[in-house]
């Protein structure tokens, strides 16, 4: 149990579309990162938030956002949903000392 | 920038075997380290992490992996292999800053044989 969860687990979107998806991080994590994981593939790092503002993005255009909140909350949202964007989206929070990540289980988006 | 590479895309192992995953790194700094594993239908777990001191790392489930910086290595070994290691085993490198973005290798399959 690391104490990550994301919402919703599951949730399917038509091209053109937008979604919103949640995550409650651990406790004390002031640093949280969202993963885009296409199927049979690595994650791939789509922006890191710290203390409620983006610190770090990966190659992903601007549709791809998000927001943190002081209660350690977050939120990824994608605009403009494309066929490819159609993956598990994964939170991790990390504490600021010892750098590792812990999970959230995921959500996976599937856009038709 | 870093990177992760992983050799092997699938490995298959008779149980009771020596399990060994490749990971090599690039990094322009001294780097953090990870091996995560990744069951059917689920997020993310560490297995062990090196971030600096011994280099050689014991993690969970009998995992351990060794720093080998001479060769930008960081190879995942267990003695014998359990059918339940059957999943997806990934390498990840940050840099040695808190804040830095963690980069994860595309992932190697362990399948376990009976």
């Known amino acids: 149990e690391t104490g990550v969860t994301q919402s919703p687990t599951h949730l399917i979107k038509t091209r053109g579309q937008q979604v919103t998806l949640r995550c409650s991080s651990q406790s004390g994590h002031n640093t949280v990162s969202w993963y885009q994981q296409a199927l049979g593939q690595g994650p791939q790092f789509i922006f890191q938030y710290y203390r409620e503002e983006e610190n770090g993005r990966g190659n992903f255009p601007p549709r791809f956002s998000g927001l943190q909140f002081p209660n350690y909350s977050s939120e990824l949202n994608v605009n403009a949903l494309e066929l490819d964007d159609s993956a598990l989206y994964l939170c991790?929070?990390?504490?600021?000392?010892?750098?590792?990540?812990?999970f959230g289980e995921g959500s996976r988006l599937t856009v038709l | 920038a870093q990177s992760v590479t992983q050799l092997g895309s699938h490995v298959s192992v008779s149980e009771g075997a020596l399990v060994l995953l490749r990971c090599n790194y690039s990094?322009?700094?001294?780097?953090?380290l990870f091996w995560y594993v990744q069951y059917p239908n689920q997020g993310l777990q560490l297995l062990l992490k090196?971030?600096?001191?011994?280099?050689l790392v014991k993690g969970i489930n009998g995992f351990e992996a060794e720093f080998k910086k001479s060769e930008t290595s960081f190879h995942l070994t267990k003695p014998s292999a359990h059918m339940s290691d059957a999943a997806e085993y990934f390498c990840a490198v940050s840099e040695e800053t808190s804040y830095d973005k963690v980069i994860f290798g595309p992932g190697t399959s362990l399948s376990v044989i009976p």
């Open positions: 090196y971030t600096t001191g011994a280099t």
């Open positions: 990094s322009s700094v001294p780097p953090y």
């Open positions: 991790a929070s990390r504490p600021r000392i010892t750098g590792e990540l812990f």
